[in-house]
């Protein structure tokens, strides 16, 4: 199948990269997910607005210098951590061993422009609220594999953002 991709200039894009049958790799392997995402940095010029590790999927938005890099900055980081894990699929599928692949990542993932700052604004806090949202934390505040505490450093969020009380404000965002 043929995707068509966006690729608008100096836009933003949030992407969710999922792990293989949802397992739950990200978190425990969080040194090598961040040396991936450096390996990337290395070869692309891109930043990384806002990010939320979950322990088998990860949000991001990112904002590369060149558009149509951002699927092999996605493909780099894929690699460099699937090279270096010792997870992977126990029996893969021909598919995967046919293509020389470990069966780590979901081999597709999500993609959406973001158009507008309204929309960046909802994208960011969507992506802050992501461990509330699937029981990983009770608070925003209390998962630190979030770029939500930077943004609390620059006076972005207040440090109770996403706390309870706030749930009708936020539950309705969802881009999954």
Aim: glycine share 4%.
């Amino acid at each position: 199948m043929n995707y068509k991709r966006v690729f608008v200039p100096n836009s933003y894009v949030h992407l969710i990269i999922v792990a293989y049958n949802r397992k739950d790799i990200f978190v425990e392997n969080i040194q090598l997910l961040r040396a991936s995402f450096k390996n990337a940095k290395q070869h692309f010029d891109f930043d990384i607005i806002a990010i939320c590790v979950l322990p088998n999927h990860i949000h991001m938005i990112l904002n590369p210098d060149n558009i149509k890099e951002y699927p092999k900055i996605i493909t780099s980081i894929k690699y460099y951590f699937s090279k270096n894990c010792n997870v992977g699929v126990e029996t893969p599928t021909y598919g995967y061993v046919n293509k020389g692949e470990k069966g780590v990542f979901q081999r597709r993932y999500f993609e959406h422009t973001i158009c507008s700052q309204e929309e960046l604004n909802n994208h960011i806090n969507y992506i802050h609220y992501n461990p509330v949202k699937h029981g990983y934390a009770k608070n925003v505040k209390d998962w630190k594999y979030s770029s939500f505490h930077k943004f609390v450093e620059y006076k972005f969020y207040n440090k109770n953002w996403g706390c309870y009380t706030d749930i009708e404000n936020i539950k309705n965002l969802d881009f999954e």
